[in-house]
């Protein structure tokens, strides 16, 4: 038999220990528990069109104060995937764009090319652009974009189904810009696309999350689905939420090309989306309504 | 009297074009003359006639009637 003083150590050191182990279980769920080594880069990889990417950061290329900048802020990023873009112009010599030779640019930069068909009103415009984009990128990845509304440019979501089932009949790894309609979303799968980018706000509004609820719904609804969420990311407040919804990726331009230092701005989206996706994957805890007193002294109160 | 019968049609007959919405002559017959005529690389851009992609392998094929509607593409930055 030990002693009363012996025995209640022990209970407490096994109380503390057992709320030490398992609390944190509890509210992550099935999770590993493992220690993370000091100064490994959190994220777990994943799939995308046919790649696996580390980076949850998908970087657009406009609107930068001059090519070097993009290039640094695209190297600051830690993107893998930039999107493109087409003109209807026919520049001569091989610098395509006013910006001087800004493909060169994209292109040494090693990272994948998603190239949109922004500024379509229709399937069938969506449809060539994409057939152009393919041959002129080298790619079968394309951000589809078929806006329905002027003011807002919201995605119109018709086209954009009817542009997607021939898209995808075609060969194409089709990225639809979307809504965050679940239904629209359902038959862009049915369409054959692999992946949804519902949007966060309209495109360059810097409204961060304007519907996180149908986000959260769109999450548990399509659980196997890559969700980026594109378009209308302010700050990386914005994409830390994104990321601690659950969804997979954050496709962002202006937020990074319009900010007072673009390159640090980069930087900053890059760590909060990895900073985002840890803190899904670890579990974030539940909210109360009361405080609860993380100093474990409840039950010895101290009389001085 | 039968050798002037013989006399091949001139190589320098035009044809006038709309490219990118405005008015344009060439002598090209095919969609890749004319784009050679332009001075560019046939890799720098995309091709397409009368609202249908032409593919650069087919544009040798592709032969240019009065009026047709050429629209080229070109990489850009895009967001």
């Known amino acids: 038999m030990t002693t009363p003083m012996t025995a209640s150590a022990r209970d407490w050191e096994a109380e503390r220990s057992a ?79 006013a910006d001087g030779d800004f493909f060169g640019i994209i292109k040494a930069t090693g990272a994948h090319l998603l190239p949109n068909t922004a500024g379509c009103r229709t399937a069938r415009e969506a449809i060539t652009l994409a057939q152009m984009a393919r041959e002129l990128f080298d790619t079968t990845w394309i951000k589809l974009e078929v806006v329905g509304d002027e003011h807002t440019l919201q995605p119109d979501p018709f086209e954009l189904v009817d542009a997607a089932r021939q898209l995808v009949k075609e060969g194409f790894d089709v990225f639809p810009y979307c809504t965050d309609d679940l239904v629209s979303c359902q038959r862009l799968l ?115 | 009297m039968t050798a002037a019968l013989t006399v091949p049609v001139p190589e320098t007959s035009t044809t006038t074009l709309i490219v990118n919405g405005a008015a344009h002559t060439t002598t090209a017959r095919t969609l890749a003359q004319w784009v050679e005529a332009q001075g560019l690389a046939g890799d720098t851009l995309a091709t397409a006639v009368n609202g249908a992609f032409v593919p650069r392998a087919q544009r040798a094929q592709s032969l240019l009637a009065e009026g047709d509607a050429i629209v080229t593409f070109q990489p850009i930055e895009g967001g």
Not at chain 1, 44 to 66: D, M, N
Not at chain 1, 265 to 290: H, S
Request: glycine share 12%; net charge positive.
């Open chain 1, 190 to 304: 049915d369409a054959g696309c692999k992946i949804l980018m519902p949007w966060g706000a309209p495109i360059g509004s810097g409204q961060g999350l304007v519907n996180p609820g149908a986000l959260r719904i769109l999450r548990a609804r399509l659980p196997d689905v890559p969700l980026i969420v594109d378009a209308g990311i302010g700050s990386p407040a914005d994409a830390v939420q994104a990321m601690e919804l659950g969804l997979d990726g954050v496709l962002l331009n202006t937020a990074v090309a319009k900010a007072l230092n673009p390159v640090r701005m980069a930087r900053a989206f890059g760590l909060g989306i990895q900073a985002g996706r840890l803190a899904f994957e670890a579990g974030v805890m539940a909210q109360q309504d009361m405080a609860v007193a993380s100093t474990p002294v409840a039950g010895h109160p101290i009389l001085l």
């Open chain 1, 19 to 97: 709320q030490v182990k398992e609390e944190p279980a509890k509210r992550a769920g099935d999770t590993e528990q493992s220690a993370l080594p000091p100064r490994l880069p959190p994220a777990t990889t994943w799939e995308i069109g046919g790649r696996t990417l580390t980076s949850r950061f998908l970087l657009g290329t406009a609107g930068y104060p001059s090519p070097a900048i993009l290039q640094q802020a695209i190297a600051a990023s830690g993107t893998q995937v930039v999107t493109v873009g087409l003109r209807r112009q026919l520049a001569q010599g091989t610098p395509a764009s």
